[in-house]
């Protein structure tokens, strides 16, 4: 294992800080190669049993992006009548999707039928496969942040209607639709802090028994 350096821990510690949510994009297209790379990364995430549940489909057709988008906005105005007063007048000033402008959609997928892994360690917690592709996404993110480019994780979406519309098998549950491109700006504070919407926790709480 290589002998990694305090200048290299320094370095991945402000890959942290920097990752971010990104939501609006310029429109530029991103060179296939860069997302390959990025998308290789899927393969080296710790899944349970070794199960690899991860799928993903490239949203390419304008059809499939125009849905994705409409779909987004239904339960986005649903979401919306969650909310009173002002936070209401908050949340509809909010931007919480660069759908349209991302040059590259990715829908994350995991397949809950796998018979790969054998089910080990997901007996008694099958739900440990999504937490398998939660953190190959993870990698994802953090690797297409060390290229430069934004990933923009959107979750305002009715599943069910996605799932129609991407014509996925029966078994895959979707976990992430993510937005990848150049972002417009880089910032080291989540936007849902800059707007006043919550505060990023500077401590943790531990038990300890
Ligand atoms: C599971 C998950 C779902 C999310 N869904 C959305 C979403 O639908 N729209 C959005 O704008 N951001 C979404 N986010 C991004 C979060 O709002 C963001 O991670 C958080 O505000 C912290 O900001 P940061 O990622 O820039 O540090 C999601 C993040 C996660 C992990």
């Given at each position: 294992m290589p002998d990694f350096s305090d200048q290299f821990r320094q370095e991945f510690n402000q890959l942290l800080r920097w990752r971010r949510d990104v939501r609006r994009f310029r429109t530029d297209p991103v060179e296939g190669a860069i997302i390959d790379r990025c998308l290789a990364t899927f393969n080296l995430a710790p899944s349970v049993g070794l199960s690899e549940p991860w799928r993903i489909v490239r949203v390419n057709s304008q059809t499939a992006r125009d849905n994705a988008v409409a779909n987004f906005e239904a339960a986005n105005t649903n979401a919306l009548k969650g909310y009173s007063g002002e936070k209401a007048q908050l949340y509809s000033g909010?931007?919480?999707?660069?759908m349209r402008d991302a040059p590259v959609l990715l829908a994350i997928y995991c397949d809950d039928e796998t018979t790969k892994g054998q089910g080990l360690g997901a007996a008694t917690m099958p739900e440990t496969r999504r937490y398998s592709v939660v953190a190959a996404i993870t990698q994802f993110w953090l690797t297409a942040r060390t290229e430069g480019l934004g990933v923009g994780w959107v979750s305002i979406l009715d599943p069910i209607r996605l799932n129609h519309d991407l014509d996925v098998p029966a078994g895959w549950t979707l976990i992430a639709y993510l937005c990848v491109g150049w972002p417009e700006d880089d910032k080291d504070t989540p936007e849902l802090e800059q707007v006043g919407w919550e505060t990023r926790s500077t401590t943790l709480d531990i038990l300890e028994r």
């Open positions: 909010l931007k919480l999707s660069g």
